[in-house]
């Protein structure tokens, strides 16, 4: 607790120091006319990012542009209080984590796709197996902090909401394509219009590349993405009584990407990094996406707004992959073979393809599972004005359903002469067959009270949920319900929060929070949800043209829930479990400067970015055989770097642009502990560098390039879901943009 009133009394003073020294420079407070939020974004600009009561950014489109990255892994490594892992190098399968929460496969953060909920099962399976292109996005908005409780079921780190191409205010259209590295290629199409009553956009994208990793017969180790989006609106005449719009949008994505669960051995990894061994030759994973979605909006009058939006996420997905090695009659997981290979020579022998196996040696896993998500939700907006007073109420209702449907198997292979063959065809669900689903009512109410400078909003959120279960069992894969088991996990919550920001002059705010943090249990009977008290305190200040934000924060764990995830080196039952109080804090810096402020032919911006996190546990727990080991207090979490910065510097003139970015990734471990972190308990850190260029041929017609990992580091990501994985290696790129 001496933690928490140390920083909070030094951003307090630090944030008055800020204002004493630039009052001079203000004689009075900005003030805009408060106007409706879509209910497809947080924010919707970087002006409300700045001045919420809470720590939150904005990604903008132009930001978005200067590196026209492909993977979110670094779009969102720019952002202060976000933590990451990779794990195939190109962004396909990210593992996110915000202010310390369980990284793994971004399951504990609220994601979202225009303001709808985009994980393939956000209550039942949160795991993001899914993940929108960033490629095709025009901004990112990021929420931490407190007065988040719009946006659940997960309210402990905040959300993060991608906002995809909206329908222009005029007829627009733009190609992008690109070049480089390992056969790369990436393809963006887009086309809109808007005409009084009605407007529409379309747009393609594609992104495919042969993959930067090593297996044998050069075969390919890439991938092949391709989306469609296309939206529709028609809305009221201007004479209308009431002003109205309905827009209807349609996503459909598919995937092919050759990636695997196997990794490398310590050993191998310092020998060869970007090898892949001969076992892993026939992983692959495919799958499909689809969302329908339509949104009313009407305006009943200057003080009331409706928002509804019916949705529903249809998502299937076989990630055919090895899953158990197979010698001497006993099965061990690979994972296990990994992390131990001295204790396992036999079966790495078998793994690398260096002996000739008997058959079924292999068992490759095919991890067939389908997803639904859908619902209803519905967002009133009311604002009115009294004396010297703003007065906004924000109350959103949503009704949701998820299921996740597993039916899985696994076939049996030998290897002889490097090769894999077939032996057993497993039956289809011999393996899973189950399904998991949940119901869901959720209910916020947001008041926002604006005096003078002074702006306080509480909220409260109210989730109602039911988890269940039905297994048919390996036995049944017609599903009579002849050994059928059902359980169901009932939950009830109130979610508070109050956040609080203050504005002396136009160059210097200070913010604070607290709110509940909230994550729903597993549909085991009982089993009770994560739950936490964060609080957190910052200030925003512009010193001589040096914008900057700084924020202290503090995530007092009750009870953690861990998950049992085969991409974090479980068993993949996705079972949760309980383990207990946890301590989260940590310091978050943005600063932001234009060495160039005065020119008015060139600018020169530079950031930097810097995030502190000590996430450890307050009490001892576990096994060998639980997700994390045997825990023992004041152990550090695994997967959660200390330390991470990212700093950029761009040169930016009519004819041309210039960005370098370049990024710190702290070392974190792999397992809880407190020792040094090392190459066998965890992932060393690494410093990389990414530069992008563009010259403007015309006002419509630009030439891009980019390096990425312009050092050619070599690097490794990630000690999960099998070994060592490296990051992507030296690559360049080339292409053109034209817009019209």
Not at 43 to 55: D, I
Not at 249 to 256: A, G, L, N, P
């Amino acid at each position: 607790m001496n933690y928490k009133i140390l920083l909070l009394s030094l951003l307090f003073l630090g944030s008055l120091n800020a204002q004493e020294s630039v009052a001079k420079k203000s004689d009075s407070i900005q003030k805009l006319e408060q106007v409706f939020i879509s209910t497809k974004v947080i924010f919707g600009n970087k002006y409300e990012a700045e001045n919420r009561s809470g720590s939150s950014y904005y990604v903008s489109p132009k930001e978005l542009e200067k590196f026209s990255y492909t993977d979110i892994n670094r779009v969102l490594r720019t952002v202060p209080g976000v933590t990451i892992y990779e794990e195939d190098g190109y962004g396909l399968r990210p593992n996110i984590s915000l202010r310390g929460t369980s990284p793994e496969r971004s399951a504990k953060i609220s994601i979202m796709e225009d303001g709808v909920l985009i994980a393939p099962a956000p209550y039942s399976a949160p795991a993001a197996y899914y993940f929108p292109s960033i490629a095709r996005m025009q901004a990112v908005e990021i929420l931490k902090g407190s007065s988040q409780v719009q946006y659940g079921p997960f309210t402990t780190g905040g959300a993060i909401n991608f906002v995809s191409t909206q329908i222009p205010n005029e007829f627009r259209g733009s190609l992008k394509t690109s070049y480089g590295s390992f056969d790369t290629h990436n393809t963006h199409v887009k086309i809109g219009d808007r005409k009084a009553q009605y407007g529409y956009t379309v747009e393609y994208l594609n992104n495919n590349s042969n993959g930067f990793k090593d297996l044998l017969n050069d075969k390919n180790t890439g991938f092949d993405k391709n989306d469609v989006v296309a939206k529709f609106r028609v809305n009221s005449k201007e004479t209308a009584k009431y002003n109205q719009s309905l827009t209807f949008k349609f996503q459909y994505s598919d995937e092919v990407s050759n990636e695997t669960y196997l990794g490398l051995t310590v050993a191998d990894f310092a020998k060869s990094p970007f090898a892949r061994y001969a076992a892993s030759q026939n992983d692959k994973m495919t799958n499909k996406h689809q969302q329908y979605m339509a949104t009313h909006e009407i305006e009943f009058s200057d003080v009331l707004k409706v928002s509804t939006s019916g949705y529903y996420n249809g998502f299937s997905r076989n990630w055919y992959k090895l899953n158990d090695v197979v010698f001497g009659g006993d099965k061990v997981k690979i994972a296990s073979i990994l992390n131990q290979p001295e204790n396992y020579s036999n079966y790495m022998d078998i793994i690398k393809g260096n002996s000739n196996s008997g058959a079924d040696a292999l068992l490759v896993k095919a991890n067939n599972r389908a997803y639904v998500s859908k619902g209803i939700q519905t967002k009133l907006d009311f604002h009115w004005n009294g004396a010297q007073v703003f007065h906004d109420l924000e109350i959103g209702l949503r009704y949701h359903y998820d299921e996740e449907d597993r039916f899985q198997w696994k076939d049996g292979y030998n290897i002889v002469g490097g090769q894999m063959n077939l032996t057993t065809s497993g039956a289809p669900g011999s393996d899973a067959n189950r399904i998991s689903s949940t119901k869901a009512f959720a209910a916020s109410v947001l008041y926002k009270l604006k005096y003078k400078n002074l702006t306080l909003t509480p909220g409260l959120r109210y989730e109602d949920i039911t988890l269940s279960r039905d297994n048919f069992g390996t036995s049944d894969p017609n599903r009579t319900g002849a050994d059928i088991s059902s359980r169901e996990n009932n939950v009830s919550i109130f979610i508070p929060g109050i956040g609080m920001h203050y504005k002396f002059n136009n160059l210097t705010s200070i913010f604070a929070g607290i709110h509940k943090g909230f994550s729903p249990p597993g549909n085991t009977v009982g089993q009770k949800a994560e739950e936490s008290i964060n609080y957190e305190i910052g200030t925003r200040f512009n010193y001589k043209g040096i914008r900057s934000e700084i924020v202290a924060f503090y995530n007092d764990y009750s009870n953690l829930l861990g998950s049992d995830l085969a991409a974090s080196g479980g068993t993949g039952s996705l079972d949760q479990f309980n383990a207990g109080e946890v301590s989260v804090k940590g310091f978050e810096l943005l600063l932001n400067y234009d060495l160039l402020d005065n020119n008015s032919k060139f600018s020169l911006p530079i950031t930097f970015g810097y995030t502190y996190t000590d996430a450890s546990f307050l009490n001892s727990f576990g096994s060998d055989e639980d997700l994390w080991g045997t825990v023992e207090s004041g152990d550090e979490l695994p997967y959660i770097a200390k330390h991470q910065f990212n700093t950029s510097i761009s040169l930016e003139h009519d004819k041309f642009e210039l960005h370098l970015n370049g990024r710190q990734n702290g070392a974190f471990r792999t397992v809880a502990g407190t020792e040094t972190i090392n190459t066998s308990n965890g992932v060393t850190s690494n410093f990389i560098v990414d530069f992008s260029g563009k010259y403007h041929i015309k006002n419509n017609l630009s030439i891009t390039g980019m390096l990425i990992n312009a050092l050619d580091k070599t690097y490794a990501v990630s000690k999960v879901p099998a070994g060592l994985r490296p990051g992507h290696p030296f690559g360049i790129y080339g292409g053109i943009e034209f817009r019209f």
